[in-house]
């Protein structure tokens, strides 16, 4: 997979005078069936979260408050994303190295997965990613 195949998703959105409601389907509104959920909060000014990709999962990833960006590299090219909308996600397939950075304040990331997690799913190290992707 490449960089190319990674792209925003603009996901359902109910408008209401009380508030907005969006929702996402596996294999409806995404292309995967969700196994898992989590999101990352508190992240300190500065900070910067991901460093690693993984070899078969696919994610969407929401800024479901705030705003952050994420960088995303498949060996060859690299690209950045703002994330600021809640009924928007990034789709990031498999074989994707990405960093997660520039978070503002209060922001929540939500992430949706394919798969359970499995550490050896994972490359944490870039020259190991890239020796997996050539």
Same mark, same amino acid.
């Given at each position: 997979m490449? *960089?190319? =195949?990674?792209k925003? !998703? $603009?996901?359902p959105?109910? @408008?209401?005078? #009380? %508030?907005?409601?969006?929702?996402i389907e596996g294999?409806?509104?995404?292309?995967?069936? !969700? $196994? #898992?959920? /989590?999101?990352?909060?508190?992240?300190p000014g500065?900070a910067?979260r %991901?460093?690693?990709?993984?070899? &078969?999962?696919? &994610?969407?990833?929401?800024?479901?408050?705030?705003? +952050?960006n994420?960088t995303?590299d =498949? %060996?060859?090219?690299k &690209?950045? +994303?703002?994330?600021? #909308?809640s009924? /928007?996600g *990034? /789709?990031?397939c498999?074989?994707m190295?990405r960093e997660?950075h520039d978070? @503002?304040?209060?922001s929540v990331c939500m992430v *949706?997965?394919?798969?359970?997690y =499995? $550490?050896?799913? /994972? +490359? #944490?190290?870039?020259d &190991?990613? *890239?020796s997996g992707?050539?």
């Amino acid at each position: 997979m490449s *960089l190319s =195949d990674c792209k925003i !998703i $603009e996901l359902p959105k109910i @408008s209401d005078p #009380r %508030g907005n409601l969006t929702f996402i389907e596996g294999n409806v509104h995404i292309p995967f069936p !969700i $196994e #898992r959920v /989590y999101y990352l909060y508190d992240v300190p000014g500065g900070a910067e979260r %991901g460093a690693h990709a993984h070899k &078969q999962l696919h &994610q969407l990833m929401i800024a479901v408050s705030g705003s +952050f960006n994420v960088t995303l590299d =498949d %060996g060859a090219n690299k &690209q950045t +994303f703002f994330l600021n #909308r809640s009924n /928007y996600g *990034l /789709y990031i397939c498999p074989m994707m190295w990405r960093e997660l950075h520039d978070f @503002s304040s209060a922001s929540v990331c939500m992430v *949706l997965a394919s798969r359970k997690y =499995d $550490e050896k799913d /994972y +490359f #944490r190290d870039y020259d &190991q990613f *890239l020796s997996g992707v050539s």
